[in-house]
Structure formats: structure tokens, C-alpha cells
């Protein structure tokens, strides 16, 4: 069965840092794309960044030189370095996944919540 865990989440000022991490289950397939996703109060989630399994990054335009997505191998967790965080950043962030070649993240985490003061 595949599931996600987020962890990493929290509280920062603005310009500050943080680094999510997602680790799937070791029944996920290695080919699965991983991507994150936020959600701020009263507001849709909306895509951040992805990496398929044989490590091709895409990242939403709002997040673009501020954040990186990156993993070991197909058997670590994945991260998301967040860097010179703004207050809009705030939100709780998934991850999810899905099979390769597949465009709907089937499975995803709890969340983990990002707070940023600005």
C-alpha cells in the first residue's frame, strides 16, 4: 500500500527557512512521481513542485528560485528546501503521489503546516 508521511513543517519569519520531507512507503513504487501541494485557509490547493522517478523537476511559478525539490533515490524521503519564505507561503503542505505516465496524484499525506510571520 502506499502511503506518505510529511514531517518538517512549522513556524519561521519571513526570509527564513524551512525543509519538508516526504517519505513513502516502502511499497511505493520507485517510478512514482512525488509532488507537493499547499492549501491556505479559504484558498484551493494549488501545485508547488514535483519529481518523477528518474528525477525530473517541475516547479510552480509562484515558488521558482525560492524552493527546491530533490531526493536521494527512490528509497529516501523526499525534500522540499524552502527558502526566503513570505507570508504568503503559509499554508499546509501535502505531498503526493502517483504512477509514472499518469496525470492524477492518487495518494496522499496528512499535510504539515507552514506558518510564516511576517
Known amino acids: 500500500q502506499v502511503q506518505l508521511v510529511e514531517s518538517g513543517g512549522g513556524l519561521v519569519q519571513a526570509g527564513g527557512s524551512l525543509r519538508l520531507s516526504c517519505t513513502p512507503s516502502l511499497r511505493t513504487p520507485s517510478s512514482y512521481t512525488i509532488g507537493w501541494f499547499r492549501q491556505a485557509p479559504g484558498k484551493e490547493r494549488e501545485f508547488v513542485a514535483l519529481?518523477?522517478?528518474?528525477?525530473?523537476?517541475r516547479y510552480a511559478d509562484s515558488v521558482k528560485g525560492r524552493v527546491t525539490i530533490s531526493r536521494v533515490n527512490a528509497r529516501t524521503p523526499v525534500n522540499l528546501q524552502m527558502n526566503n519564505l513570505k507570508p504568503e507561503d503559509t499554508a499546509v503542505y501535502f505531498c503526493a503521489a502517483r504512477p509514472a505516465g499518469t496525470d492524477e496524484f492518487r495518494y496522499w499525506g496528512q499535510g504539515t503546516q507552514v506558518t510564516v510571520s511576517g
Open positions: 519529481i518523477t522517478g528518474s528525477r525530473h523537476t
